[in-house]
């Protein structure tokens, strides 16, 4: 009788970005540029909308997309070209029980890649001024960024890119976001997948697939 093979847990681990690592959020640049709260959430509503940004985390172009939502509000051309070019300003501050949980594995040999939907300009922040700012960002091996390779998630082809980038096998690996579409997007690839919801969580599934942290 031919014996049962037990699927291998996984040892690569994937994470996403802004939500998971650090928390993206336009307010922590636009509070100093728009001193009314009110004001504030009105120009994040109806100027620099999701719709508009989200583009660009599928590849469109921020130089272009910026000068295109320009012409259509004037008078507020300085507000609108700040959102990509001080785009590092809305990620400065970092989960630090995320951060330690990232220096664990590493310090455990876990490869570490990071996997986010955003435009092409973070790719760049990441791989130079984000590890002044949040070292353990320097732990990853590689980055994947929506709005470079012309992919994003929960469409298979990313998780497919990310595992090639890592030469690893999606079985291999366990991604970690905090959106659950993304979450079953990566489990539809072959990958194991936690919905983060909290460290302390994510941290306890991670211990159940046998991470050592």
């Not at 996984?10 to 509070?31: C, E, I, K, M, S």
């Not at 599928?58 to 785009?87: C, M, N, S």
């Not at 320097?138 to 030469?167: M, Q, W």
Request: glycine letters at 6%.
């Amino acid at each position: 009788m031919p014996s049962k093979t037990t699927p291998s847990s996984p040892t690569v681990a994937v994470f996403d970005f802004g939500g998971v690592l650090v928390d993206w959020n336009p307010r922590h640049l636009y509070r100093k540029l728009i001193p009314d709260p009110a004001e504030m959430e009105r120009f994040l509503a109806e100027v620099t909308t999701r719709d508009w940004h989200t583009v660009q985390d599928h590849g469109g172009d921020p130089a272009v997309a910026t000068r295109q939502l320009q012409a259509l509000h004037p008078g507020k051309e300085a507000l609108i070209a700040a959102f990509y070019d001080r785009f590092d300003e809305m990620n400065e501050y970092a989960f630090p029980e995320m951060a330690a949980l990232v220096e664990q594995l590493h310090e455990a040999g876990t490869p570490l890649y990071l996997l986010s939907n955003a435009p092409n300009l973070l790719d760049p922040w990441l791989r130079g001024p984000a590890r002044e700012r949040h070292p353990f960002l320097g732990l990853f091996r590689d980055y994947v960024v929506s709005g470079l390779v012309g992919h994003s998630k929960p469409n298979a082809e990313i998780y497919e890119l990310v595992c090639r980038t890592g030469s690893f096998e999606p079985a291999d690996a366990v991604f970690i976001d905090d959106v659950l579409a993304n979450v079953e997007g990566a489990r539809a690839a072959g990958m194991t997948a936690i919905h983060h919801r909290t460290p302390e969580e994510t941290a306890t599934e991670l211990r159940a697939l046998g991470f050592a942290i």
